[in-house]
């Protein structure tokens, strides 16, 4: 049976952990490090395809003969005819039913900030000595 030979030298860290910078990195995105107008407004242009993509996935009505009663079920909730439930009535169907059923708190949250938003984050400030601010309170 060979024995493994002790070395003192360290194997070199992989790219990208432990403070390695991976090989050719990317700059970070600074003020003076910004893509031209044109590549901006490329990639809104994009993002904006993908919302209206799934849109209009979204917006396709529900089929499937094994989830009949699935759909049926949906229909009665948001009371409009079978018919016209569609992939997003579903998805917001059984969000509902898992937050309501499984106590599932993603899912209530999803139902939340789908129906009234996300809610707004407060910042509270509280200052003891005026004295060391430096603005003027003449």
């Known amino acids: 049976m060979a024995t493994k030979a002790k070395t ?9 952990r432990g403070g390695v910078p991976p090989p050719e ?7 003076e490090n910004q893509p031209a107008p044109e590549l901006k407004k490329e990639g809104w ?3 904006k395809r993908a919302q209206d993509l799934v849109k209009a996935i979204l917006d396709l009505q529900f089929k499937g003969k094994e989830n009949s009663e699935l759909k049926a079920q949906a229909a009665a909730y948001f009371g409009v005819p079978v018919a016209e439930i569609t992939i997003e009535m579903m998805i917001v ?28 984050q407060e910042s509270v400030v509280r200052v003891n000595d005026l004295s060391k601010l430096p603005v003027n309170f003449e």
């Open 93 to 120: 169907f059984r969000q509902a039913e898992a937050a309501i059923q499984k106590g599932d708190t993603q899912a209530a949250n999803f139902i939340m900030d789908r129906a009234f938003g996300k809610p707004k």
């Open 45 to 47: 242009a994009k993002k």
């Open 25 to 31: 990195a990317p700059k970070p995105f600074t003020k």
């Open 8 to 16: 003192t030298v360290k194997p070199a860290k992989r790219p990208g």
